[in-house]
Each structure stands twice: as C-alpha cells, then as structure tokens.
C-alpha cells in the first residue's frame, strides 16, 4: 500500500458582490498529484482544513456557478441577525453555517490511475469567508500500485 | 490489502410530478457486492460519476421520501430564474445545484464482512435530473481479510 | 495495512426548545482513540449509524452553534406537514430529512499521527431527533505506521 499525502494551495477571495461565494476548480492540480503519486487503485481523500470553506463537485460552468451562488444566498443568507458575528466582530457567521452544511471532505474512487469522475464533474474548493484566505486544500492518495478489475 | 471496484447501474427518471427527485435504495446491490469482494474489514467508498445526481443514506419509507422530496422543492426550487438554464437550454440548473449542495460521495465502515449501517439506514442514489439517466454508481471496497477488533 | 475500529458513545438530548438540533464536540475522544490505534498516515473514518442524526465538522464557539441550529430551524422547519409523522406518529420527519441532507459520514487524513482539522476546526456529532437517544459514532481507522511525505 501507499499513501501519498500533497496539499494545493488556493490563495482565494470571496467578494461581497459575489455573495461571498467564490469557487475554485482544483482538478487539473489533483491531476498533477495523481500522476505523481503513483497510486494505481485505491481513493483520493481531499479535505479542507478549515471552518469557512468546503469542498465538493460541479459542472464548472458560468452560468452554473451563479445558480450556485444565488442558492447560498437563499437558504443561508449573509444579513439575517447571527450570534457568531456580534462575538468575534468578523461578521462572518454565515461563512461558517454554510462551510458545516457543505462539507470538509470528499472521497473519489481511483481506478488504473485515473479518477472516477464524471465527464464534466470538477472538484471545487468553495470559498465563503467574508476576506482573503490562504487555504492549503489536502489531497491524500492511498491504494496500490497495478490494474484493478472495473 | 485488497482494492475491489464495482458499479451498480441505475435506470433512473425522476418525474416532474415528483418535483425532479427519485431516490433508489442500492443497498442490496451493495450488499451483493460486499459478499463477492472478500473484504472483511475497510471502508466502502461509493461514488456518483456525474453532476445532476447524488449518494446519501435514509430510511427508505415512502412518507420519509416524499417529505425528503419536498424540500428540495422548497430549499432549491425548479421554476426559479437560473442562469444555466439559458446557456444550456436543458432546464436543469436545479438538477445540479441540489447534487453538488447534497454530495457525490459517502464512505461506510466494513466490520467482519458487514456494512455498519444503522437498523432502518438505506444507502441512496438520487437523481436530480429531468430526463432519464443510465447511471453507473461506483462501489470501491478497501481493506483486508480478517476479524477486526470491533 | 492497519485497519482499528472504534466506537464514540455519547447520549444525546436534542430539546425542543433549541429547534431539535444538539451538538457534540467528539473530537476529544477522536484524539485518544487515535493515540491508541497507532496508525501513522492514512485516514479516519468518521461515521453514524441511524437516520436521524449526522456528522460534520464545525467551530464549536456558542454563538455559532446556535446560528447553525437557526439555519436548521429556516431550512426544514420542524412544523410544516410532513407525511413520515402520520404513518409512525414519531413526529421525527424533520430529523429524517435534516439528517439525509447533512449526511452520515466524514473522512479526515492523518499525517504523523495528527488528524489534519484547522485550528479551530472539531469534528461533532448532530443530533436531529426529538428524544433522547445512545449514539454510537464509528471510527476506523485504516493506515501505516511511519512517517509519510507531508
């Protein structure tokens, strides 16, 4: 077995116009951590450490990436009154809320060194704090070398 | 260690009447899987290749599933202005709004050969989508032959 | 390969008066069946067995766990009409679908026998349901001994 442990750092910005939603495509760098690897069959963990950003997958499209922001938006709205924000002053409780909902971790299948996505399904990193960050995404690969049935 | 991947395939079509949800409970397909894999103990790792559909567990009661139905219709509704939508013309800007805010993976312990799932706890594909879909649900068992101190 | 499975118990109590969510900070009890298990680098699965509760990570300062309560309380209100609750009279539909759409399981890498959460970030167990109830979290870990590339 291997385990292969690599970050990808994000320096990211999730502007108030945007909603404070910025998403980032980290596919084409977990591709370059998979070839690198040398993991053949196994999984790939990536997980962010962190309380105001989350990771999962979409169609990295304009248009799509709007219809996303707008949801969080709806459902966690930045200006409802909040608790967090008038005890740290960072006024970014709604950051967090979303960040618990969304999730820190994803897990994808790897088969004869190529991951189990679908045709247009990128691994996004989604920013909600309300400043910079400088996120340090971790991506873990474990299995083994050599061809697995599929 | 052994790695084993499998798919189970899915003739999906979640109606209009039913708010563009259909949830299908794999668990028995799973379990199949299970016993063919010879993986005592590990994790099984169970992936959705795809953006306009989901995995996730619940207790498969038909009551349960209409109210889980509808609130997705309420959190991210379908008659709503989408920008996806208009690039696309496919009309399901919802469809994946809702997989990438619910989630494409899940992982389940395996303990002596059996999924540790709680007694009413099915694991579920949803599919979001608006039309039909052939989908090909990935199973990756991981881990060893044995009896795990459990 | 070493492959340790644990259990977290914890008896939770989610009133009604805090909208039916509660929510428990495991990660100290992680921590020390981590020190036990002597795996190095790999990964810890985090998973519940049951329908009507999740698992997630958060910050766990009071403000912000209340605000994550609201967020449940806006999203899959407790008193709308609900279809479970008339065929098993639990009146726990909102659990249900609360704990469907959270979801069950979390993965979190090690690396050198340290989980690798944010500073500020613990893992927690949700309680939805409407009674109290005796959890028992499952955690696997599954790994080397060694030092891993970091």
Redesign the interface.
């Known amino acids: ?1 291997i ?5 990808v750092k994000v320096d990211t910005n999730a502007p108030a116009e945007e909603g404070f939603v910025a998403i980032y495509n980290i596919t084409p760098k977990v591709q370059q951590h998979l070839v690198e690897s040398y993991v053949a ?3 790939l ?1 990536v ?5 105001t950003a989350a990771i ?4 990295y ?4 990436l ?3 922001k ?2 969080w938006s ?3 709205p930045r200006d ?1 009154v ?7 002053e960072e006024n970014n ?2 950051s ?2 979303r960040a ?10 790897l ?1 004869n060194k190529r991951l ?3 045709q ?2 990128q691994i996004i990193l989604v920013e909600f704090d309300n400043r910079t960050r400088n996120r340090q995404v ?1 991506l ?1 690969f ?3 070398k050599g061809t ?3």
């Open positions: 077995m385990i292969v442990t690599r970050t069959n196994g999984i963990t997980f962010l450490p962190g309380t999962g997958t979409i169609e499209e304009a248009g799509l709007s219809d996303f707008n949801m709806r459902i966690v409802l909040y608790t967090h924000k008038f005890l740290w409780a709604c967090h809320v618990s909902l969304m999730g820190a971790s994803l897990v994808v299948p088969v189990i996505l679908g247009y399904q971790v873990q474990m299995g083994e697995a049935e599929y």
